[in-house]
């Protein structure tokens, strides 16, 4: 004889719940995206990032400048 496991809704709700959602990407850096959403980023590194970034070079000069005399 076969036996047949019968489960009741509460029971079919609490293993479907209980399993973890997988997510599918099309991209690292649309996986780097979502990842970055999910994070909080601590008040103190983001104030050195601010920080950083001020100190950053401008941008580079565009090539077609070297071309034209001074």
Known sequence: M???TKLTKVQEQENTAGRETTLKF?????ALRYDAA???VPPRIAQRLKESLSRAAGPARPWWRNL???
């Not at 099309?26 to 649309?30: F, I, K, M, N, R």
């Open 2 to 4: 076969k036996h047949q």
């Open 26 to 30: 099309a991209s690292p850096e649309e």
């Open 38 to 40: 999910q994070t909080t």
């Open 68 to 70: 034209l005399p001074k």
